[in-house]
């Protein structure tokens, strides 16, 4: 069976889950630890454009991830767009496993970095010892799968709970920060801040490196496709309202901090939103606020957890993934198997690893297969098809893909170190994906070549 069909799972969720869900692994932890970073890689408040550029990134994104999420609304998300798009007899095999090869690093370094985030910020209410700081942030992530070890339907309503508490506590930051904001300090400008040199576009790359890692988390709900209501409608406008929604509170959030915070001082602290409260009202409410935040940081680690739990199972159905990961929970009904592998292996990064290293790594990682390899895909799919059976159709096609590569491109390029890291981990799961192929004899060393484009691909409904 493939994996388009997905049989067992329930579709369970909603908009307004959908919609949740997206927005609490969106917002998790980046935007209050790496606010500081992000104006000291800009030098000032104009640190606001690297935010700007980052939603505008992710709108652009969100084009591909709509058009392929609308049409292809499975479980297992960009495994089944690549296998799809590139030919599920042949380079679509490649393609989709070395995603799901990807999915064991990126997954995990996903949910360690907000781990390890929840945990510095812990560090406000209570001073964490080398040791101490490793035990809270593996234990986040336990706790986490064991909430998670329950049927769809439930999850979908904590989602919503978890949801509010992070509405709640960026409204409440953003209140404050208008009730006392000071243009003054907000727009104290060095000079050279607008150059547009050389110099200036570096740090803006080396900015959004951090700012794209705060937006990403936008098509979760493509992940979970296969449990969505009416996915045609749903996935598009799900991607759409959270990209929106986050990019206007993301940049009212940042904007109130520079208007309390002096940007030389923002930059250097390490919990700028605990900082910026116990400003306004005191380290009472500092303490309340830190609360807050680590709300957030647990609702990301769970949204994130839950979508990629999907990508292995969904490619074990496919036979492109080692079986077990197939299995479903006999009474709950979910990948049980496939979340508590990665669950283990997001405990051993979150202990072993620093925020700095997982946000590079993350980013390294996946631009190059998933989110280029997806706008690829785009056109190669409406190309082989057509667009009679798209659901939802990109608007100014192929303009949001194109440009969609170059931002992925340039944004890979600003990984810095972290590069080699992720082209390495492509060659090694290139010659996993020959391994495997080679034992199972599928192609490319199948003796008689499959036909490609014999599938069809687009299915609207299950």
């Known amino acids: 069976m493939g994996a388009g069909e997905n049989t067992g799972l329930e579709r369970g969720l909603g908009l307004k889950e959908a919609v949740a869900l997206n927005m609490i692994e969106i917002v998790g932890i980046g935007p209050f630890v790496v606010s500081g970073i992000v104006i000291r890689e800009m030098g000032g408040p104009q640190a606001l454009l690297a935010w700007l550029a980052g939603a505008v990134l992710a709108t652009l994104d969100a084009f591909v991830w709509s058009e392929l999420g609308a049409a292809m609304p499975k479980a297992g998300g960009t495994y089944v767009f690549l296998r799809e798009a ?35 910020y812990a560090g406000y209410l209570h001073p964490l010892s080398p040791l101490e700081a490793k035990a809270v942030s593996g234990g986040l992530v336990i706790f986490l799968v064991i909430l998670l070890y329950r049927r769809i ?95 206007v509170l993301y940049l009212a959030m940042q904007t109130s901090i520079l208007g309390v915070i002096p940007w030389r001082e923002a930059q250097n602290s390490k919990f700028i939103v605990s900082t910026f409260v116990e400003r306004l009202y005191g380290h009472g409410a500092a ?96 190309k082989r098809l057509g667009t009679e059976r798209l659901p939802f159709k990109m608007w100014l096609y192929p303009l949001p893909a194109v440009l969609t590569m170059i931002g992925w491109a340039w944004l890979f390029w600003h990984t810095g170190a972290a590069r080699k890291w992720g082209l390495l981990e492509i060659l090694l799961g290139v010659l996993a994906f020959l391994v495997w192929t080679k034992t199972m004899k599928q192609w490319p060393f199948e003796k008689n070549q499959p036909t490609v484009g014999t599938s069809e691909p687009i299915r609207t409904s299950q």
């Open 153 to 247: 339907a439930t999850i979908g309503k904590i989602s919503l709970l978890l949801w509010a508490g992070v509405i709640a506590t960026l409204l409440w930051l953003i209140w404050g920060g208008v009730r006392h904001f000071d243009p003054k300090i907000a727009f104290d400008f060095p000079p050279g801040a607008f150059s547009f040199s050389w110099m200036w576009f570096a740090g803006l790359g080396s900015a959004m490196v951090s700012t794209i890692y705060s937006y990403w988390g936008y098509y979760n709900i493509c992940h979970l496709g296969g449990e969505i209501r009416d996915p045609e409608k749903n996935i598009p406008r799900g991607i759409f309202l959270s990209v929106l929604g986050i990019a």
């Open 287 to 382: 303490s309340v606020a830190t609360g807050m935040v680590l709300w957030i940081a647990l609702a990301s680690v769970f949204s994130v957890l839950l979508g990629y739990s999907r990508v292995p199972y969904s490619a074990a159905l496919d036979g492109n993934f080692f079986p077990i990961f197939g299995r479903l929970h006999p009474t709950k009904h979910f990948p049980h198997f496939s979340l508590l592998a990665l669950g283990a292996l997001a405990f051993f990064f979150s202990i072993k690893l620093d925020l700095e290293t997982s946000i590079a790594g993350i980013l390294a990682v996946r631009l190059i297969v998933q989110f280029i390899g997806q706008a690829v895909g785009v056109m190669l799919l409406r």
């Open 86 to 120: 590139y030919g599920p007899q042949r380079w679509g095999r490649l393609m989709s496993f070395l995603f799901v090869w990807q999915t064991f690093v990126q997954a995990p370094l996903s949910v360690a970095s907000a781990s390890i985030g929840f945990t510095r």
